[in-house]
C-alpha cells in the first residue's frame, strides 16, 4: 500500500499568514492527488484535483504543487473561513486510495 | 445541480449487517467511478470501496470479504452491503463522486451490543 505522510498534524496561524502542507507518498504516483477541507460537523470538500488544479469555485489563494512523492498545498494568505482540518488523497492506479493523516488548522 | 444522498446507516449489534445507500441525481452513477468513505468519530479519513464504470470493484484490506459495492443504474443509486460488522466499523460513511469531486453528507454506522 501507498503510506501518504502529511505534515504538520497541526499549526497555529493567523489570518494573512501563508501556510504551506505538505504529503510524502511511499512511492511514486505521478500527479494522482487531491487536497480536501473539512469543517467540523461538514464532509470534506476537495479543493485541488491532479495535485495542482484549482476545483471550480475554490479561491485563488489555495494552490497544490508537486508530483512524484512530494506534493504541497498552499493558502497564501488565510482567512477566517479558512481554518478547518486539510486531508491529501492519492488516488493512483495502486489500491487501495489513501489519505494523509490530516492537518489542523487552527486560530494563533 | 449534483446531489448525492446516503441512508441506511443505523445501530447493529457486532456480527450483524446493513445495506447503505447512496442516491445520485444530476449526473449518472454508471459514468463515474463511485467511492465509499468512512470516518471514525474523531478520526481522519478512510477510503473503503470503489466502482468503476465497468464492474470492476475494490476494497480497502480492512473491509474486504465482508463489505459488497453495488449499484443499480436505474435508480442511479450506489450501495454498500456490510457483512459482519465489527465495531471497528464504527463510522461516519460517505459517498463520493469519482476522485472526490462531490460527497454526500454521510450516513452513521454505530456497531455496539
Same mark, same amino acid.
Given at each position: 500500500d501507498i503510506q501518504m505522510t502529511q505534515s504538520p498534524s497541526s499549526l497555529s496561524a493567523s489570518v494573512g499568514d501563508r501556510v504551506t502542507i505538505t504529503c510524502r507518498a !511511499?512511492?511514486?504516483?505521478?500527479?494522482d492527488l487531491g487536497w480536501f477541507q473539512q469543517k467540523p460537523g461538514e464532509a470534506p470538500k476537495r479543493l485541488?484535483?491532479?495535485?495542482s488544479s484549482l476545483q471550480s469555485?475554490?479561491? !485563488?489563494r489555495f494552490s497544490g504543487s508537486g508530483s512524484g512523492t512530494e506534493f504541497t498545498l498552499t493558502i497564501s494568505s488565510l482567512q477566517p473561513e479558512d481554518f478547518a482540518t486539510y486531508y491529501c488523497l492519492q488516488y493512483s492506479t495502486y489500491i487501495p486510495w489513501t489519505f494523509g493523516q490530516g492537518t489542523k488548522v487552527e486560530i494563533k | 445541480e449534483v446531489q448525492l444522498v446516503e441512508s441506511g446507516g443505523g445501530l447493529v449489534q457486532p456480527g450483524g449487517s446493513l445495506r447503505l445507500s447512496c442516491a445520485a441525481s444530476g449526473?449518472?452513477?454508471?459514468?463515474n467511478y463511485m467511492n465509499w468513505v468512512r470516518q471514525a468519530p474523531g478520526k481522519g479519513l478512510e477510503w473503503v470501496s470503489v466502482i468503476y464504470s465497468g464492474e470492476t470493484t475494490y476494497y480497502a484490506d480492512s473491509v474486504k470479504g465482508r463489505f459488497t459495492i453495488s449499484r443499480d443504474n436505474s435508480k442511479n443509486t450506489v450501495y454498500l452491503q456490510m457483512n459482519?460488522?465489527?465495531?471497528?466499523?464504527?463510522a461516519l460513511y460517505y459517498c463520493a463522486r469519482g476522485w472526490g469531486s462531490e460527497w454526500g453528507q454521510g450516513t452513521l454506522v454505530t456497531v455496539s451490543s
Open positions: !511511499s512511492q511514486g504516483i505521478k500527479n485541488i484535483y491532479a495535485a469555485g475554490v479561491p !485563488s | 449526473f449518472a452513477v454508471s459514468n459482519s460488522l465489527k465495531t471497528g466499523d464504527t
